[in-house]
């Protein structure tokens, strides 16, 4: 179904989009420099595979005061100086090509970091439709949100509830983003019929599109109380797979 790998790829296709572009965090190929001249600017940062899934080989590195906070998966350090933290780094990426993506500090629920994952189809009339919104809430010791790495699905509304005044106007905003993000998309990779958005949202409510999976993963969906979201999910699927 037209998936694509390269998530460098995919951003610098949301960037030719002057409006969504305002929702991609900044991102760039990792170097030694890059990664200190953004550290510099925005003290937190992602450093990312440019190919891979399920947020594996994904790295947090903060600059906090003189000392640097790096954590991979559950191990967390902190060095005294960026040299010393770029060299660590090195050997953790072994040659594989890396981003690096500005951090955004997501809102949390109960003291956990949570993000949406937005699901955008295309629907049996050949237009994109977002058919669903689920909240993933991040395993209390990790920095990432994927349920296949101890993150847990929840209702958006349970989690954005405290956050929100007008949680419908947010769920509009959420559905807009999503499908306007396909639309861009598909203008570069035709076959595409499906996108899964991760989509992070900070303190001032504004929402980020922290990466884009064009093969997403559905189970999520499936623990919602409404079953008729991940019936549609899958009917749509059903039909895009026959053609």
């Given at each position: 179904?037209g998936?694509?790998?390269s998530?460098?790829?995919?951003?610098?296709?949301?960037?030719?989009?002057?409006?969504?572009?305002?929702?991609?965090?900044?991102?760039k190929?990792?170097?030694?420099?890059?990664l200190?001249?953004?550290?510099?600017?925005?003290?937190?940062?992602?450093?990312?595979?440019?190919?891979?899934?399920?947020?594996?080989?994904?790295?947090?590195?903060?600059?906090?005061?003189?000392?640097?906070k790096?954590?991979?998966?559950?191990?967390?350090?902190?060095?005294?100086?960026?040299?010393?933290?770029a060299?660590?780094?090195?050997?953790?990426?072994?040659?594989?090509?890396?981003?690096i993506?500005r951090?955004?500090?997501?809102?949390?629920?109960?003291?956990?970091?949570?993000?949406?994952?937005?699901?955008?189809q295309k629907?049996p009339?050949g237009?994109?439709?977002?058919?669903?919104?689920i909240?993933?809430?991040?395993?209390?010791?990790?920095?990432?949100?994927?349920?296949?790495?101890?993150?847990?699905?929840?209702?958006?509304?349970?989690l954005?509830?405290?956050?929100?005044?007008?949680?419908s106007?947010?769920?509009q905003?959420?559905r807009?983003?999503?499908?306007r993000t396909?639309r861009?998309?598909?203008?570069?990779?035709?076959?595409l019929?499906?996108?899964?958005?991760?989509?992070?949202?900070?303190?001032?409510?504004?929402?980020?599109?922290?990466?884009?999976?064009?093969?997403?993963?559905?189970?999520?969906?499936?623990?919602l109380?409404?079953?008729?979201?991940?019936?549609?999910?899958?009917?749509?699927q059903?039909?895009?797979?026959?053609?």
């Amino acid at each position: 179904m037209g998936s694509v790998a390269s998530k460098w790829n995919k951003t610098l296709v949301l960037l030719r989009n002057k409006e969504l572009s305002q929702n991609v965090p900044s991102t760039k190929w990792y170097s030694k420099s890059t990664l200190k001249a953004m550290l510099e600017r925005y003290k937190m940062v992602y450093v990312k595979p440019n190919t891979g899934t399920g947020g594996s080989g994904v790295m947090r590195v903060e600059k906090s005061g003189g000392h640097y906070k790096y954590q991979l998966k559950t191990t967390a350090r902190t060095f005294k100086s960026f040299d010393s933290l770029a060299s660590f780094i090195d050997k953790k990426k072994k040659n594989r090509s890396y981003i690096i993506q500005r951090g955004v500090n997501l809102l949390q629920y109960n003291g956990r970091s949570f993000d949406l994952r937005v699901m955008v189809q295309k629907n049996p009339k050949g237009k994109w439709e977002t058919t669903g919104v689920i909240g993933r809430l991040g395993h209390p010791k990790k920095i990432i949100t994927n349920v296949c790495k101890g993150g847990s699905s929840k209702p958006v509304e349970l989690l954005l509830g405290k956050n929100v005044n007008n949680l419908s106007q947010c769920k509009q905003r959420l559905r807009s983003l999503g499908t306007r993000t396909a639309r861009q998309l598909n203008s570069a990779y035709k076959n595409l019929k499906e996108i899964g958005l991760d989509v992070g949202v900070d303190r001032y409510l504004k929402e980020w599109v922290i990466e884009v999976n064009t093969r997403p993963a559905i189970y999520g969906f499936k623990s919602l109380k409404d079953k008729s979201i991940y019936q549609k999910i899958l009917r749509y699927q059903k039909i895009y797979q026959r053609r």
